[in-house]
């Protein structure tokens, strides 16, 4: 079983940032893919960014631009750079790892409020 703890969250001013990690129970040197979801208020869960075993990275448009996703092997911790956030960032961010396709872990999740 892995377990992902996600850390970092909380409320900003629009404009400023954040930074979230997402850390593992398990080595991420090997994995599949590591991803951030968000879900907002009376919406349903979406991708926020992605980044595979081989290091390529994908973004919701919503978030290019602003946001950037990383990982430390060393310290098995994938992170979501933030800037220039936005209320409508607001929501509950989610960390997921997939170690073996279709297997996936979920995070228990932080919230991020971003006020105007």
């Known amino acids: 079983q892995v377990q992902l703890v996600e850390s970092g969250g909380g409320l900003v001013q629009a404009g400023g940032s954040l930074r979230l990690s997402c850390a593992s129970s398990r080595s991420i040197f090997s994995i599949y893919a590591m991803g951030w979801y968000r879900r907002a208020p009376g919406k349903q869960r979406e991708l926020v960014a992605r980044i595979t075993g081989d290091g390529s990275t994908t973004y919701a448009d919503a978030v290019k631009g602003r946001f950037s996703i990383s990982r430390d092997n060393a310290k098995n911790t994938m992170y979501l750079q933030m800037n220039s956030l936005k209320p409508e960032d607001t929501a509950v961010y989610y960390c997921?790892?997939?170690?073996?396709?279709?297997?996936?872990?979920w995070g228990q999740g932080t919230q991020v409020t971003v006020s105007s």
């Open positions: 997921n790892a997939v170690y073996n396709w279709p297997m996936d872990y």
